[in-house]
């Protein structure tokens, strides 16, 4: 029929079994960690023999860059999601952002890991695979900034105090509520403390400027 678009079945193919790899990376990296995934392992859960594997990914590193894409692009997609009913005020955008990261983080001990910390020895992800998580960080920047927070410590030190408590959740509470209860009483310090540091600021120029 004129006008339909060919199917690539191949293609088709080719993703569905690179879903099935990445989703079978996961499942065994949950199981035993991060560090101990392996490629015969992988190529066992997706019913192939580990030689084939090599026809879909390169090396177990590109299997880790994969991931890494995958969980920050599903985290940029959570966080895109914010921006349809924005609060207007800093304190509430805080804790909503905040609390939004938390959830997402530890819903996976492994995902967070892979996004957060340096648990795989000899792992960088590629700029392709990193480009979603600077994409998050330069929309809170960005949204920050509407508030009149533009200090780049002042960013580091809110991505700390959430980040912070989402390590101390999952080491010591996974499945529980304890530091996810701190979230709003840590970013109201924080804005308590923005809005000290704006203070002394603002009174020391007028005392500058009454010289």
């Known amino acids: 029929m004129l006008g339909t678009t060919k199917r690539d079945r191949a293609a088709e193919r080719r993703e569905t079994t690179r879903r099935e ?3 079978a990376a996961w499942a065994i990296a949950s199981e035993v960690g991060l560090a101990q995934v392996t490629l015969r392992d992988i190529a066992a859960r997706v019913g192939m023999r580990a030689p084939s594997l090599y026809t879909h990914v390169d090396s177990k590193n590109a299997i880790y860059d994969a991931m890494f894409a995958q969980a920050w692009t599903e985290c940029l997609e959570v966080m895109r999601g914010l921006e349809q009913n924005p609060p207007n005020d800093l304190r509430a955008t805080l804790r909503l952002y ?20 340096r648990t795989v020895p000899g792992f960088e992800p590629s700029p392709e695979s990193y480009a979603p998580a600077v994409e998050v960080l330069g929309a809170l920047r960005h949204r920050m900034a509407t508030f009149g927070v533009t200090s780049e410590a002042d960013v580091d030190l809110y991505v700390a105090i959430v980040g912070g408590l989402v390590d101390a959740q999952l080491a010591n509470d996974q499945g529980g509520e304890r530091w996810r209860r701190l979230l709003d009483r840590a970013v ?10 704006a203070g002394a600021t603002s009174l020391h120029t007028t005392t500058e400027d009454e010289r």
Do not use: E, G, K
């Open 188 to 197: 109201d310090m924080y804005v308590h403390d923005l809005d000290q540091r």
């Open 98 to 117: 905040a609390r939004t990261f938390f959830d997402f983080s530890v819903s996976s001990l492994a995902r967070h890991q892979l996004m957060n910390q």
């Open 21 to 23: 790899i990445l989703d």
